[in-house]
Nanobody, 127 residues
Framework: QVQLVESGGGLVQPGSSLRLTCLASGFSIDTIETYRVSWFRHAPGKQREAVSWSSASDGNQYYANSVKGRFTISRDNFKNTVTLHMNNMKTEDPAAYYC?????????????????WGQGTQVTVSS
């Protein structure tokens, strides 16, 4: 069973950068290379939203409009990690951030398309 562990959350000031890392383990014979990967966030009182998602087929990356140009998703198929680089953090970015993966070629911003989720890491932005 695939397990995901996020790390890197914390308190930052507006305009700062933060890097979240998701380490995947428990693969039987394959690696994260054959999985679509994503980062979601969930803030209190708001709906969970997909922040960034990437396909396994071509590695294309997609972003929510709210983070486009500021966040970058990347993966290391050898280390089985998915990273979210967050720059120019804003006061609307605080949330619990979750990585999610699912076996399959095509990427998706829909939470229902992901079976494996991490426990989340908290991000706070405050001056």
């Amino acid at each position: 069973q695939v397990q995901l562990v996020e790390s890197g959350g914390g308190l930052v000031q507006p305009g700062s950068s933060l890097r979240l890392t998701c380490l995947a383990s428990g693969f039987s014979i394959d690696t994260i290379e054959t999985y679509r990967v994503s980062w979601f966030r969930h803030a209190p009182g708001k709906q969970r939203e997909a922040v960034s998602w990437s396909s396994a087929s071509d590695g294309n990356q997609y972003y929510a409009n709210s983070v486009k140009g500021r966040f970058t998703i990347s993966r290391d198929n050898f280390k089985n990690t998915v990273t979210l680089h967050m720059n120019n953090m804003k006061t609307e970015d605080p949330a619990a951030y979750y990585c999610a993966i699912n076996h399959g070629i095509f990427c998706s911003p829909s939470a229902s398309d992901y079976k494996s989720w991490g426990q989340g890491t908290q991000v706070t932005v405050s001056s």
